[in-house]
């Protein structure tokens, strides 16, 4: 991203999750999460002739600054609160909320529209494994259970890094990662030779999948998400 | 003050003409005198092509490459360009194919520009639904075909951009920001689904530039244009980065609640033609709507290409020969009295 774009702010989660623990990024850590805590989405009270199944008022977080809210932005920006010891910040309730708001009927998130005239849309894999991996812990399993039976569903047919990565982190965050997770991670890495390289960060992504497997962890992107642990970096 | 004012010194000009002739430039500047646009607007021509093809096993290089030629498009335009050909790929779904742009079709339109001497095709995209561009390469079916031609895809969503001065001045956006690989090619090529849409009536070549638009920018679903307007968006993001060619793929296009949920409908055609409006246009009339009564192509008319049936040449099928009503949902705002009468 670029200086010049300062209204794509989406990457300020990621970067609060890659400052967590380096003594010398802390001011920025925490600059990070203040501006998290501080930012919302454009919000409004649902009208009757919307033709959306959602419910448009509940805060959580856009990918550009000034749009509506999102799945996996909010999700991201969860995770990185959470992990910066911020779970119980009412800003984080509320993207609960919002979460399991766009959660379709029949199980699995997609980039966060449920359902367009009447009619419910398709999930996907990599905004499920991201707003699975945010809520683990704080929502009973039983109001998920069928997201996560989508997302088991279709893991097999997973070929690529985004897609597979934010799958397993999902899955793993409920306890649910697959036999063959190593498998389909080898798979994957092999699928290089038919779509060219990876980029770093989908690399690193799957990469994350495949340890959350390896080291049976429970917490998306491979750190402690206690529900009641005191901030570790503070927003002000 | 006005009474010291010498009538004869505005060259014969009166007082009362002045101030009247005044007024009428205020109003027009500020946009009082709400007269449409398109009557100020020079009349446009341009042509279009429809290729008959019943499937997609048929030879589509050759249908392709016939209607290049039928428009007049000359060897020395391609000899030796690289040609950018943008799909429309937005998300899969098992059983729905025609949601996006079927990859035999991206086949042949790849052998007939290098059978007509481009030195080079690629395929870019960026979907607007999906932060999984592989993904929806891989489901729709077309790394297998681009695996196989060895064509490199490129994933447009993730790509730095460039910014141009918006042209088409319809939303607020005041400049759009296009991938850098725009300006590694010659010509850009939308490679459209013919489609209904439950926003915008249609999404045929115009709408199928949403894609171009870098997703790390615009978000997903490319939040930014849907908060500009969708009608506003399409004018600007044509208007701006001015495409070069279209080719609509009506074999198997999509009826009812599209651009995702609606039904497969067979539709048997190509769509072919260098002005994007002029080919929505025909593709509207073979889809049983009126181009003028889908807002953004009203707009467009004769400003970004000609609409008007008179104002487009028609080569290969006659519209008649392949006209096939789209089912609309009349529940659905814009889909709502656009029916061809």
Known sequence: MSREREEAFWPTALSVLAWIGSQVHEPHCSQGVRFLLNTTGNHWKKGPDDPFGHDPSIPGWPWIDGMHSWTEPTALAVIALRATGHGDHDRVREAIRMMLDRQLPHGGWNYGNTLVFGRELHPMPESTGAALAALVCQVEQRTIARSIDYLQGEVDRLHTPISLGWGLLGLAAWDRWPSNGAALVERCVANQARYGEYDTSSLCLLFLGALAGERDMKSPLLLDLSCTQAPAVPAQ | ?341
Request: with cysteine.
């Open chain 2, 1 to 341: 003050m006005s009474g010291h004012m010498d009538p004869t010194s505005r060259g014969g000009l009166t007082r009362r003409n002045l101030l009247l002739a005044g007024a009428a430039g205020l109003l027009l500047g500020s946009g009082v005198l709400l007269v449409p646009k398109r009557y100020f607007r020079m009349p446009q021509q341009t042509q279009s092509f429809v290729a008959k093809v019943a499937h997609y096993h048929l030879d589509i290089a050759d249908a392709i490459t016939r209607g290049i030629r039928e428009l007049g498009v000359s060897s020395e335009e391609l000899n030796g360009r690289r040609i950018l050909l943008k799909p429309n790929l937005v998300e899969t779904a098992s059983g729905a194919p025609h949601i996006n742009t079927h990859p035999l079709v991206l086949r042949g339109a790849i052998e007939a520009f290098l059978r007509l001497g481009a030195a080079k095709v690629m395929v870019a995209e960026g979907p607007g639904h999906r932060r999984d561009t592989l993904a929806v390469y891989e489901e729709s079916g077309l790394a297998d075909v681009l695996t196989e031609d060895r064509i490199k895809f490129h994933d447009l969503n993730y790509m730095t951009g460039y910014e141009l001065p918006n042209a088409g001045r319809q939303s607020s956006m005041r400049t759009l920001t296009f991938p850098a690989i725009f300006q590694e090619v010659d010509w850009i090529v939308s490679v459209a689904k013919m489609k209904t849409h439950h926003i915008a009536g249609t999404t045929l070549s115009m709408k199928n530039l949403f894609g171009v638009m870098p997703g790390i920018y615009y978000g997903w679903p490319k939040n930014v244009l849907h908060h500009a307007g969708i009608e506003n968006s399409i004018l600007d993001i044509n208007a701006t980065l001015k495409p070069h060619f279209a080719i609509v793929d009506g074999i198997v296009g999509m009826q009812g609640d599209g651009p995702i949920m609606g039904d497969p409908k067979q539709a048997g055609v190509l769509v072919l033609g260098r002005n994007l409006a002029g080919v929505d246009a025909t593709c509207c009339r073979i889809m049983g709507i009126d181009p003028y009564k889908v807002s953004y192509l009203e707009r467009a008319d004769n400003w970004l290409g000609p609409i008007g049936e008179g104002s487009i040449e028609q080569r290969g099928e006659a519209i008649a020969s392949v006209r096939t009503n789209f089912n609309l949902i009349d529940t659905i705002p814009a889909q709502h009295g656009i029916r061809l009468t």
